[in-house]
């Protein structure tokens, strides 16, 4: 279970780890979490419970995941 789940079950997580697609996208640290393309947290795993807060709090957003 990923911590978009809790919130939306059709949300899809990918793993990508073909370094050129990573630069394609700006990817300089790993691991990264990408939203809609659009890089939003480098360098760490986050929690499932830093995730669920940050779409509380609108980090990302509705319009994100």
Known sequence: MNATNAFDPSVGVEWISD???MLEH???KTPTVMV???VKFEGRVPS???ITRWIQEGILTEADV
């Open 26 to 28: 700006g990817v300089v």
């Open 36 to 38: 809609d393309g659009r």
């Open 19 to 21: 370094a050129n697609e």
């Open 48 to 50: 499932i419970h830093e």
